[in-house]
């Protein structure tokens, strides 16, 4: 079940000496093994500022994600160049997506904490997520 | 102001019934960049700096600045893995990366950014892309 994720990063005027071409490819797998990841979860909203405020949880930490080699993709579509979504683990600040950025990167969950949320700042963002990550024991019912 | 396109793409045929292709493209406008660079990482330890490659160094960058890293090494289960760490946070751990994986990611630049390895001499590439403080 392999997911294949392919890289390009270009530019003729970011290097005044010569054009910029990264192209890097990966194939999402597993942790420890070179067995593909095979579970995927994603979706789109609306994170409007007030409902955001703070922080809300794109994904929840798990005692059984824990070292795992998760991917997480996630863009903001806003347009409204002064809008942007806010990207903590847990009380680390990643970093910001203005609107039309996108971010793509390992999610190794250090802890049961280390989940990921986000936040808008500036106005609505609307965004879309995905998330490849290894299959998940489901919690008893309470 | 130089412009910089950076395009994903996800493609599978058989994680789900049907095919999954998503593609997404971004046009960054940022002047500066760190280079592209090539650097072995020979540190073992996260408390060993010595050896540890610095990719962003806190406050070069406006935030927000992109960062790319790629893992050149083959993949292994649990050989050549980095581990990227926000230097000056105690709880700062964000990144591990396996031989031929790669990040793209923004930060905000207020702290740095440093690589320590499973296996000494694992070769990463790197760029930050952004605006200089």
Known sequence: MATIATLSITSNDLLPSSPLSINATSTLMKADTSVDLHMMESGAGELTVAASNGGVVLKEATTAGINTAAKVYLSNKATDPTYYIQIKLHDIIVGRLYAGDWMFMPWSQGDVVAEISIEAEGGTCPYEYAIFKEGETMVART | ?133
């Open chain 2, 1 to 133: 102001m130089a412009t910089t396109i950076a395009q994903l793409t996800l493609t599978s045929t058989d994680l789900l019934s049907d095919e999954l292709a998503l593609s997404t493209v971004a046009s960054i406008s940022a002047p500066h960049t760190s280079g592209l660079s090539r650097s072995a990482v020979t540190s073992t330890d996260i408390g060993t700096a010595s050896g540890q490659v610095t990719v962003d160094t806190a406050d070069d960058f406006a935030s927000p600045n992109f960062i790319y890293v790629k893992n050149t090494a083959d993949y292994h289960a649990s050989n050549n893995v980095v581990y990227g760490y926000f230097s000056g946070d105690a709880d700062g751990m964000v990144l591990q990366l396996h031989g031929g994986q790669f990040a793209y990611m923004p930060t905000s630049g207020d702290f740095t950014l440093k690589f320590y390895t499973s296996t000494s001499g694992t070769v990463i590439e790197h760029m930050v892309i952004g605006t200089n403080a």
